[in-house]
């Protein structure tokens, strides 16, 4: 995503007035990849998906380094799930697809079978299995604010990690940053943050009013550039930023309107059946002879719904001879429509959408399960790729990454933009030195804020400032040289200032409003009398 919205500032297609208007005003800086040894990770030749650095972490605290870590046992270059026989097992093959493993339900009479890992072996011999991964800090736990101590993970102390460290200092050395946008885990546009006051012995955890409604703004105009482009505004992911990460210090600490946006989520509605399914009510209402009067989708699409075992033709052939009654069939079926509308039959129906989409429009992601050598475990290796959820179908992809380059170009001309609306020199008194009033009007010409409520509570931002310079001669009779507000709203709110100058003719007085990251803008003018 990071890579496209480069390309969209850089190409070469003819003058583009709007886009060079766009750069003469908004500074752009992109970080492609944050953690390059994960990202080398899932691209290496056992394809994982690490989640740390490179640097040395001993996650099981024995005193050892990456012993025990994920291994390609079936030579498929891609470091995907093991599936263990286990009678204590939690986990057993789907009714309805026996490629995918889903929790057993002791309210359906399963029993686990299988126990399930990260494909690789027990290499310290402690009875775990890839306990201590080849894998180091979490960068993106590793960030300062609600820093999850004492995880491993995310290092011994906030921006232990050289990836922090360096791009804290970056953007700490950049002030000019208002809007950040953080391609991660999270959708806080479709998902947003929890908001509400903070407890004034607390450290902030939740985003103030103002800016959920900054949010809001942004978050409609996004959804219009989604479903212009058919893509999902479903989301499962929470909206509230982990602790440690990128996105929860660039909002709460830096003082940055941060979006976290996740780009692709599998769109599992494209999966879910077009059309009133057969619904078992009304299959209990039918006798033999109306069921099998009805397309056989429609009891395929019932089974499926419920997530329930069994062929559809066998059952139609048990219904047609006098086997199999309606009554019995919804009577088999009912345990399983309860289960579904529980949480753990919702995360069970969303997982099985999931296996649907990924079979149907890259069915390479899964790997069949194949049997694989583990002292004492009869075991195989398979199931979905670790690459899957982050590298969606081609042609998704690319209508992802076009809504979202767009979005990112339209919240960047949104930005505050500091103006000087009036600026009026009146003469008083002539002479020598004469006496002049300087009435200044500031606004703010964007269509967001120029501070975020957080960083005025946190006072992380140096406020708007209406200050004035004189040249030499020039005396400032009332007042003093600046004024300052915490923030400009969007519209009519202006900052004032109203000053009393002694100067000799043709003098310079030059008035400027200025902030970190909302521009500016200055005038000068000649001291004139008429």
Known sequence: ?????????????????????????????????????????????????????????????????????????DGDGRVAWLRIEDESG????????????????????????????????????????????????????????????PSPEAGPWAS????????????????????????????????????????????????????????DALARRYRALLEAREQSLERSAAGDFAGGSLSAWLYFQFGALTLELDVWEVPVHEMKPKGKPLGLGELAKLDAAGVLARPAEDLEGLLDALG?????????????????????????????????????????????LEHAFWTAHQPAAITTWTRVELPGEQAEAGGLAPWAAQLPPQDDAAEALAAHTSFVLEAAQRLARLELRQVKLSALHAGAEGVYRLEV?????????????????????????????????????????????????????TLRGTWLLRGPPGARVTVRVTSEQAGGASKTLRLEQE
């Not at 650095?53 to 291994?71: F, I, W, Y």
């Not at 201590?132 to 101590?149: C, E, K, M, N």
């Not at 052939?317 to 069939?329: D, H, W």
């Open 308 to 352: 329930a075992p069994g062929e559809v033709e066998q059952l139609r052939a048990s219904l047609e001879a006098g086997r199999l009654s309606t009554a019995t069939l919804a009577k088999d079926l009912a345990p399983y429509a309860a289960f579904a509308k529980t949480p753990a039959g919702k995360a069970r129906a969303q997982a099985r």
């Open 160 to 215: 232990a990690a050289p990836e922090v460290k360096a791009l804290m200092d970056f953007l700490l050395a950049r002030r000019n940053v208002a809007l950040a946008v953080v391609f991660g885990e999270r959708n806080s546009l479709l998902k947003p943050p929890s908001a509400g006051k903070r407890p004034p012995d607390q450290a902030a955890k939740q985003w103030t009013q103002e800016d959920r409604a900054s949010l």
């Open 441 to 493: 009007v500031a606004g703010n010409a964007g269509r967001l804020p120029s501070h975020t409520g957080l960083a005025q509570l946190a006072r992380v931002r140096r406020p708007v400032r209406l200050e004035l310079e004189l040249s030499q001669g020039v005396h400032l009779v009332t007042g003093k040289r600046w004024k300052a507000k915490e923030s400009l709203e969007p519209g009519q709110e």
């Open 90 to 149: 939690e986990w057993v093959a789907d009714p309805r697809d026996p490629r995918l493993l889903v929790r057993a339900a002791a309210a359906l009479g399963e029993q686990g079978r299988y126990r399930l890992e990260r494909e690789g072996r027990d290499d310290d011999g402690d009875g775990r299995f890839n306990e201590d991964p080849q894998s180091g800090i979490h960068v993106d736990r590793g960030f300062p604010h609600a820093f999850p101590y």
């Open 1 to 73: 995503a990071a890579l496209d919205l480069l390309g969209e500032l850089l190409k070469d297609e003819g003058p583009d007035p709007r886009r060079a208007a766009l750069l003469g005003q908004v500074t752009f800086y992109v970080v492609p990849v944050v953690n390059p040894d994960a990202h080398d990770a899932l691209l290496s030749p056992a394809r994982w998906d690490r989640r740390g650095n490179a640097s040395k972490l001993d996650h099981d605290r024995d005193g050892l380094v990456g012993e025990d870590g994920p291994e390609d046992l």
